[in-house]
């Protein structure tokens, strides 16, 4: 069984910056792809960045192109975002995923969630 645990959240202003970890546990981190959506208040989750298990094909929703980026660090079992130009339509929970190998784009292919970690950016 894999365990996530997401840390980083908080509150920031527009136009700020922070950096989002995940810690993955419980099965080797190198065999899994790894992923991040969120969901703002009374809207749907949707998905924000992914990568697969040797870190390539990155891929990022259109809204956060440009100022978001996803890493991995394999020796930490650790995911990363790092959030820049930070907007008010940023403000959500985000959610760490993790399934075998490969990464996707819709959540029903993500096997493994964590509890998530507010992120609010204030105007």
């Known amino acids: 069984q894999v365990q996530l645990e997401e840390s980083g959240g908080g509150l920031v202003q527009a136009g700020g910056s922070l950096r989002l970890s995940c810690a993955h546990s419980?099965?080797?981190?190198?065999?899994?792809?790894m992923g991040w959506f969120r969901q703002a208040p009374g809207k749907e989750r949707q998905y924000v960045a992914a990568?697969?298990?040797?870190?390539?094909?990155?891929e990022y929703a259109d809204s956060v192109k440009g100022r978001f980026t996803i890493s991995r660090d394999d020796a930490k079992n650790t995911v990363y975002l790092q959030m820049n130009s930070l907007k008010p339509e940023d403000t959500a929970i985000y959610y760490c995923v993790a399934r075998l190998a490969v990464a996707a784009t819709t959540e029903d292919k993500w096997h493994y969630w964590g509890q998530g970690t507010q992120v609010t950016v204030s105007s």
């Open positions: 990568l697969n298990w040797r870190g390539a094909d990155i």
């Open positions: 419980g099965r080797t981190f190198s065999n899994y792809a």
